[in-house]
């Protein structure tokens, strides 16, 4: 699996759209681009996925670069509930899934 | 609902004793995995399994055993062999290899600590 790298922490106003990079610059063409959040105390809750093109759930949005080496997940108006981990991760179609230490996201009223 | 259990959420044990953590599944799901996590970490793989009666070891598998007799079972033993076993620890289910959108769905936890 490609290895990604995030930033530690990021903070983000009650409201406003949350947008957390991540860089997986040795992505292979069929590894998918998965993101997590794991909010305190609790198991890591899947938000989107994606492989190439920008995806949109009722959680939050996915853009993947064209040449696939980083992405951007967007929390379109964040809350205090959204305060957690946030973990990128890459993997093909098989089970195992690596997760680095993510990005700390904290909303502030 | 369906969903993943692990029990209990908070576990004591004295050193040199070997535990079982508990981790049940009713989402029909083939595949299932155990992580560890310490503090600030992100998690790290300690076995999974693609099916039942078999399974495998993961990054840190030294000092951890497991069986997978049933689909919806997969029982954790942290044995005294393992160092520092005090964690917390995640058990996790997903649909089976060669599905694409196999994202996994996780239990909430249990915390170790071993005096």
């Known amino acids: 699996d490609a290895k990604t790298t995030q930033p530690p922490s990021m903070d983000c106003a009650e409201g406003r759209a949350a947008n957390l990079p991540c860089n997986h610059s040795t992505i292979s063409g069929n590894e998918y681009v998965y993101w997590y959040r794991q909010i305190h105390s609790q198991g890591p809750q899947y938000i989107i996925h994606?492989?190439?093109n920008n995806e949109t759930n009722e959680m939050a949005s996915l853009i993947i670069t064209e040449d696939r080496k980083s992405s951007t997940l967007i929390l379109p108006h964040a809350t205090l509930r959204d305060t957690a981990v946030y973990y990128c991760?890459?993997?093909?179609?098989?089970?195992?899934?690596?997760f680095g230490p993510g990005t700390s996201l904290s909303v502030i009223p | 609902d369906g969903g993943i259990t692990q029990s209990p959420k908070y576990l004591f044990r004295k050193e040199g004793q070997n535990v079982t953590l508990s981790c049940e599944q009713n989402l029909n799901h083939d595949a299932m995995y155990w992580y560890r996590q310490d503090p600030g970490q992100g998690l790290r793989l300690i076995y999974y399994s693609q099916i039942v009666n078999d399974f495998q070891k993961g990054d840190i598998a030294e000092g951890y055993s497991v069986s997978r007799e049933k689909k919806e079972s997969f029982p954790l033993t942290v044995t005294s062999a393992q160092k520092n076993p005090t964690a917390f620890y995640l058990c996790?289910?997903?649909?089976?290899?060669?599905?694409?959108?196999?994202?996994?769905?996780f239990g909430p936890g249990t915390r170790l600590t071993v005096l």
């Open positions: 991760i890459v993997r093909a179609s098989y089970d195992k899934v690596i």
């Open positions: 996790a289910s997903s649909t089976g290899q060669g599905k694409i959108y196999n994202e996994q769905f």
């Open positions: 994606g492989l190439k």
